[in-house]
């Protein structure tokens, strides 16, 4: 009996995973257009308000628009257990998310801005330490969490359209 060939290893595994992958793609999308929001927002609020309200803030708001992405788009499929407890679960991880993301804005800005204040005092660092290595972080975690704990519900067949009909000629 002869191995199969590795060629035929993706295929497989893109087929068993083809569920998770639209979700992550899904959350993806939704998450990107919710860094876009988080992004503008903080930018807009960090000189007037400072770097920490601006980033409670910032990331509020994106998070708002993230829940109703991800509840009506990316885990539509799934039962909602209730809409209420989804939200609280849902700010709770975001909250978390947003922990980690202070965390690494603090370290950046506090911390190696105490030693290097002329490279991490300024709006570059504060953006790549936020906007880049903390959502990151943060990101890994809420999918996580979400998907484990908020949107739980047993998947449910949606509606497919039907297919087009073919006009006769």
Not at 139 to 159: D, I, K, N, Q, S
């Amino acid at each position: 009996m002869t191995p199969e060939p590795a060629a035929g290893l993706l295929p497989r595994l893109i087929d068993r995973f083809r569920h998770l992958l639209r979700e992550l793609g899904k959350f993806g999308v939704v998450g990107g257009l919710a860094f876009l929001v988080d992004l503008a927002v903080f930018n807009l609020l960090l000189e007037p308000a400072g770097w920490l309200a601006a980033n409670v803030a910032s990331m509020t708001i994106a998070a708002t628009a993230a829940f109703l992405g991800n509840r009506y788009w990316t885990w539509r499929d799934r039962e909602s257990s209730s809409l209420p407890r989804e939200y609280a679960l849902y700010f709770f991880f975001n909250a978390v998310g947003l922990g980690i993301t202070l965390a690494v804005l603090w370290f950046s800005h506090e911390v190696l801005g105490g030693v290097w204040p002329e490279i991490f005092h300024t709006r570059l660092a504060d953006n790549v330490s936020k906007m880049l290595i903390g959502n990151a972080i943060a990101t890994v975690f809420r999918f996580w969490a979400y998907r484990r704990f908020v949107f739980t519900g047993p998947r449910v067949e949606l509606p497919q359209p039907a297919p087009a009909q073919a006009s006769a000629r």
